[in-house]
């Protein structure tokens, strides 16, 4: 596949590392020598300096022959006038990264597609929904929902209090288990389990089930003393805070802390006051955290723009006795670190924006995918076409590849688990886990 680049900025240098080692012919277009400097010789790409907004930088580039194009630098009127510019120069398809949630007013859509901007991509709406996804379950480090719950991912982090510890798999998981565990992150490996793997203190067990087995895991996995959320921090009074206050449960109580008081003015503005109040503040300051109620504070979320200060933040929090923290971490060798860490839910914006691309550029009918940072693997959602190989065979004799295992589908609206005797139909929504492996290789037994 033709793919074209504008932008190396987080999310376009990100996606294009992701890939050139996919095999596919990419081109990252930037005017910055220095930012183009650092992927010339690691990555197979293509790499061209040169304006932007330039019609010739386009030509040079092939984007005639583009199977897709992404907009993804700074400018987001930029983003969008190339993205028409490309699809009208013949461009397949086109993404724009924006930044401002205007534009994902449903009525718009039709209007841009008109356009030739097929899909828009805004980073902090992703991130928005990640956060607040995590805040509904204060127990679960990660969350990912299929077809609206039918089926549900959760990742957990196991402590002592989990009664499942050191046990077989095979004793654990049978067939007419209401879960499977499709993976599990053990220090800094990620291990896609067998029936003699055991779960041990400190991994992070990803857990597949349906939703009305949730309080089941929660109970097997000793976490029934974590306290529900009500009362949440955030920290830092960017965009992403201030989509996630429109997406925030009503019954949650939100204080925003910003360092900045000309943006706390605006956010007076932005945010209503019945959803969130904002405090002109540093979140680290530990007076400031006791005076605003930190000890009744069930989450708190540190998303400045700076990672060793949402690290720090949380390490404050969690110091303080708040059980659940979330923190924006962009760069991913401080990702790694803040698991060591043990933060808790870390957020990353280029790895969703990434993941939510990505799933343009696969022949098969998929979508939702996720790129697991805390497991740097990917799950996604396939739709089983009539004569695929998925449909072929059971489960076991599919031959998936290494590093691949499928946690569960969706048939006509209901979640089912999984397992090697399972008969994979047309129309089936299936989730598949992959540690380790190019992702087009999965596509093929579902197309």
């Known amino acids: 596949m033709k793919i074209i680049i504008l932008g190396a900025y987080a999310i376009?240098?990100?996606?294009?590392?992701?890939?050139?080692?996919?095999?596919?012919?990419?081109?990252?277009?930037?005017?910055?020598?220095?930012?183009?400097?650092?992927?010339?010789?690691?990555?197979?790409?293509?790499?061209?300096?040169a304006s932007a907004s330039?019609?010739?930088?386009?030509?040079?580039?092939?984007?005639?022959?583009?199977?897709?194009?992404?907009?993804?630098?700074?400018?987001?009127?930029?983003?969008?006038?190339?993205?028409?510019?490309?699809?009208?120069?013949?461009?397949?398809?086109?993404?724009?990264?924006?930044?401002?949630?205007?534009?994902?007013?449903p009525k718009l859509k039709e209007i841009y597609s008109n356009l030739g901007v097929s899909s828009l991509i805004y980073p902090e709406n992703l991130a928005a929904k990640d956060i607040v996804n995590g805040l509904k379950m204060s127990w679960v480090r990660q969350r990912w929902d299929v077809h609206e719950g039918a089926l549900v991912m959760l990742g957990i982090k196991l402590r002592d209090t989990c009664e499942i510890l050191n046990e077989p798999l095979k004793d654990l998981c049978k067939p007419e288990s209401p879960y499977h565990i499709v993976a599990v992150k053990r220090g800094a490996e990620t291990i896609i389990?067998?029936?003699?793997?055991?779960?041990?203190?400190?991994?992070?067990?990803?857990f597949m089930t349906t939703r009305n087995y949730i309080p089941y895991i929660r109970r097997i996995v000793g976490k029934?003393?974590?306290?529900?959320?009500?009362?949440?921090?955030?920290?830092?009074?960017?965009?992403?805070?201030?989509?996630?206050?429109?997406?925030?449960?009503?019954?949650?109580?939100?204080?925003?802390?910003?360092?900045?008081?000309?943006?706390?003015?605006?956010?007076?503005?932005?945010?209503?006051?019945?959803?969130?109040?904002?405090?002109?503040?540093?979140?680290?300051?530990?007076?400031l955290l006791t005076e605003e109620g930190i000890k009744n504070t069930q989450a708190f979320v540190a998303i400045t723009g700076?990672?060793?200060?949402?690290?720090?933040?949380?390490?404050?929090?969690?110091?303080?006795?708040?059980?659940?923290?979330?923190?924006m971490v962009e760069n991913f060798d401080y990702a790694s670190m803040a698991e060591s860490l043990d933060i808790g839910t870390i957020i990353n914006k280029k790895a969703l924006a990434a993941s939510y691309i990505y799933q343009m550029m696969l022949d098969a009918d998929v979508n939702n995918i996720r790129f697991l940072m805390s497991a740097n693997a990917d799950v996604a959602e396939f739709t089983a076409q009539p004569g695929s190989k998925v449909t072929r065979k059971k489960v076991f004799e599919l031959g998936l590849p290494k590093g691949?295992?499928?946690?569960?589908?969706?048939?006509?609206?209901?979640?089912?688990?999984?397992?090697?005797?399972?008969?994979?139909?047309?129309?089936?929504?299936?989730?598949?886990?992959?540690?380790?492996?190019?992702?087009?290789?999965?596509?093929?037994?579902?197309?």
């Open 12 to 49: 376009g240098t990100h996606l294009a590392k992701l890939l050139s080692r996919n095999n596919h012919d990419t081109v990252l277009i930037d005017s910055d020598e220095e930012r183009l400097a650092n992927l010339n010789s690691d990555y197979d790409l293509m790499t061209i300096q």
């Open 54 to 105: 330039k019609l010739q930088t386009l030509r040079d580039a092939g984007v005639n022959n583009a199977d897709l194009f992404i907009a993804v630098t700074q400018d987001e009127a930029l983003n969008l006038n190339m993205c028409m510019l490309a699809h009208a120069l013949g461009a397949k398809r086109t993404v724009a990264k924006v930044d401002n949630s205007e534009y994902l007013n």
């Open 193 to 206: 389990p067998r029936g003699d793997d055991v779960l041990q203190l400190n991994d992070i067990a990803y």
């Open 224 to 287: 029934e003393h974590y306290v529900d959320v009500k009362n949440v921090m955030i920290m830092g009074g960017g965009a992403t805070a201030v989509r996630a206050t429109t997406m925030i449960p009503e019954y949650m109580n939100v204080k925003i802390i910003e360092a900045d008081e000309a943006r706390c003015d605006k956010l007076n503005e932005l945010i209503d006051t019945d959803v969130a109040m904002v405090i002109h503040g540093d979140g680290r300051d530990l007076g």
């Open 306 to 327: 700076n990672a060793e200060t949402n690290i720090l933040a949380c390490l404050t929090a969690k110091r303080m006795g708040v059980r659940k923290t979330v923190a």
């Open 404 to 447: 691949t295992t499928i946690g569960g589908l969706v048939r006509n609206g209901e979640g089912q688990l999984v397992s090697g005797g399972t008969q994979i139909q047309a129309g089936d929504s299936v989730v598949v886990f992959c540690y380790d492996i190019n992702m087009s290789k999965i596509e093929k037994f579902f197309r």
